[in-house]
């Protein structure tokens, strides 16, 4: 069975950082590209990035670019999303994602609240 | 705004057919096979029902199907069930190696 299960969500100032963990079993992690995406409170869904199966290539959505750095431990089964310069917008729940081919998600962590508020 | 178009809402009764649109452009719906679809009940987290187009995972029922005419997707759902009654986005790979989601269309069953 697969499982994403992710963690490090809070509340955080504007200007803060948080690190956001997804830990992966039941499936062959290292082979897989994976996605975080988000969904702020009563919006839809956002994708906020991706990475390859090595954590070589990255691609991110461009209110992120330069403050979201995403990044990932095959070792560990392990992905991760360091976010700085936190904003109100990024207010949105998390959700770490795999993806099946060209960018469609088969499998979804439970989510991950982040809150950037003062 | 998002980056692809659907309706904000629809409706149907129990055992007919509904279908949401999902609109884009060359750049993305027009011009790859790669859309998806997802169902997202209130609280829960979404679930993938369809794949390039129209293929559906194990284990989703065979009355969601989907299809693409040019820049518009669609999602049918026949046999319209109480518990269809959920939001759903559509997605679309896009030129240049980005993910774009439709802003939801929330299906109401009467």
């Known amino acids: 069975e697969v499982q994403l299960v992710e963690s490090g969500g809070g509340l955080v100032q504007p200007g803060g950082s948080l690190r956001l963990s997804c830990v992966a079993s039941?499936?062959?992690?290292?082979?897989?590209?994976m996605i975080w995406v988000r969904q702020a409170p009563g919006k839809g869904l956002e994708w906020v990035a991706d990475?390859?199966?090595?954590?070589?290539?990255?691609f991110y959505v461009d209110s992120v670019k330069g403050r979201f750095t995403m990044s990932r431990d095959n070792a560990k089964n392990s992905l991760y999303l360091q976010m700085n310069s936190l904003r109100a917008e990024d207010t949105a729940v998390y959700y770490c994602?795999?993806?099946?081919?060209?960018?469609?998600?088969?499998?979804w962590g439970q989510g991950a609240p982040v809150t950037v508020s003062s | 705004q998002s980056a692809l178009t659907q309706p904000a809402s629809v409706s149907g009764s129990p055992g007919q057919s509904i279908t949401i649109s999902c609109t884009g452009t060359?750049?993305?719906?027009?011009?790859?096979?790669?859309v998806s679809w997802y169902q997202q009940h209130p609280g829960k987290v979404p679930k993938l029902m369809i794949y390039?187009?129209?293929t559906r995972p194990s284990g989703v029922s065979d009355r969601f199907s989907g299809s693409k005419s040019g820049n518009t997707a669609s999602l049918t759902i026949s046999g319209l069930q109480a518990e269809d009654e959920a939001d759903y986005y559509c997605?679309?790979?896009?030129?240049?190696?980005?993910?774009?989601f439709g802003g939801g269309t929330k299906l109401t069953v009467l």
């Open positions: 994602a795999t993806d099946l081919r060209w960018l469609q998600i088969d499998y």
């Open positions: 039941g499936f062959n992690f290292g082979s897989t590209w």
């Open positions: 990475i390859d199966t090595d954590g070589r290539q990255k």
């Open positions: 060359s750049s993305d719906v027009g011009g790859y096979d790669y």
């Open positions: 390039d187009v129209n």
């Open positions: 997605s679309s790979y896009r030129n240049g190696h980005t993910l774009v």
